[in-house]
């Protein structure tokens, strides 16, 4: 699964060591599946004739598979919250929200953040 998202965002408390950035907006998805399966199968042997020894076909296997791409749209909601170590430092912690496909998913993770 591949999403990108395009966001707006406002963050509060600017000049203080801790910030809080709000965004909401869209992710577009690629979703692609690859799916295999197969088949083994033994024939049954034949019965044996008189004066004749058993014939007993080679089993078989059957293998293929195939691959389905989707696209779809969704929405997206987040929180960071920067924590500033120095001046041009800071830590920042941030959860996103994620609605598509008919399922909600949360993504927290972690970035630096560098200031110039």
Known sequence: TTDIFVAAGWHQGGTRRTTINYLAGMVFRR????????????PRALPPQIGLGQIIPAPGSFEDGFDATSYSAGMMAGVDVAIRLSEHLAVVPQVRLVAANRSLSARPGVALRWHP
């Open 31 to 42: 979703h692609r599946e690859e799916f295999t399966f197969g088949y083994q199968f033994s």
